[in-house]
């Protein structure tokens, strides 16, 4: 390929915030020993905060950002990897303290990276990301209850911000584990979508966005929550017995006003979901499931695809709450 490749970067100087996509070339890469051709990387929440203004994220400019990227390895100086070998990369903070994936060719430390399984395509890692590999972190976070904590089976698990990148997948794949699945959503119009995914009940945000009781009746075996704040502790009042909550996104609230009553008289689990710092086995075992557990086909007709130049039109979208679904950026679109 062309020594010049198209990145997108970020720069503030003084009060001036910039982002632009310029033509630089491999001496601006300066992060790690595995030299990528990129092929895809996507759009999150944590992307649209550092597109907008850094987010308190980035301590460092210029810099390319882009949390999430799939392709193929041009340069190796790590014998874990070598010319050719298809990768897939998520959190590490890349995109942050590292330059990410909104760059044709991206330099990272080989640590960070994981090989992709051949029985998912390059295209397909990124239609999952950071918000994909979240949702099936969470989804064997729940059947935890089951296999690791050899408890009662799953029947009923409960899904927060359903038509988000997170929520969307995870009532996919805990729709293939078996499980029936309510959908929470403010977006009426969006039922038919969250029912072609899989969800076996699709309910309104409202009914969970208000003060909680101490404890109520228990509804769920498993809880997946993106949101927070009152939808959470709601989801944490109507927890069954021995119930696990994965906690994985903040989009409603930071804030959590609970009690201790549902933890002490059900013995509930709340296990929050950290996947930009998982461990690479634990990478490596969620990807090699992720064909079994998503139907790509459903998901594919919620993808939006985007070039570098589009994505600076798209970004604000996602801060908005106006994006269903996931971002895909073509980097070589």
Known sequence: ???????????????????????????????????????????????????????????????????????????????????????????????????????????????????????????????????????????????????????????????????????SVAVMALTKLGYNVTAVTGKDSKTDYLKSLGAKNVVNRADFDKDPRPIDKGLWDGVVDTVGGKILANAIAQTRSNGIIAVCGNTNSNELNTNLLPFMLRGIKVWGMDSANCSIKRREFIWAEAAKLVDFEVLEKSILIVSLDELLETYPKILKGEISGRVLVDLNK
């Open 1 to 167: 390929m062309s020594d010049n490749f198209k990145a997108l970067i970020i720069n503030q100087e003084g009060e001036n915030f910039t982002r632009e996509v310029k033509s630089i070339d491999k001496s601006f890469l300066k992060h790690g020993d595995v030299t990528v051709k990129v092929d895809y990387s996507d759009l999150n929440y944590k992307d649209g905060m550092i597109l907008k203004n850094g987010g308190r994220l980035v301590k460092e400019f210029p810099h390319i950002p882009g949390i999430d990227f799939s392709g193929t390895v041009l340069e190796s100086e790590n014998q874990k990897f070598k010319t050719g070998d298809e990768i897939i990369l998520t959190g590490w903070r890349v995109g942050e303290a590292f330059f990410g994936g909104y760059s044709q060719v991206a330099k990272v430390n080989a640590d960070f990276l994981v090989k992709r399984p051949s029985n998912l395509t390059s295209k397909q890692a990124m239609m999952l990301g950071t918000a994909g590999f979240t949702s099936l972190m969470s989804a064997f976070a729940i059947q935890a209850r089951e296999e690791i904590l050899l408890g009662d089976k799953v029947n009923d698990v409960l899904v927060t911000g359903a038509t988000g990148g997170v929520g």
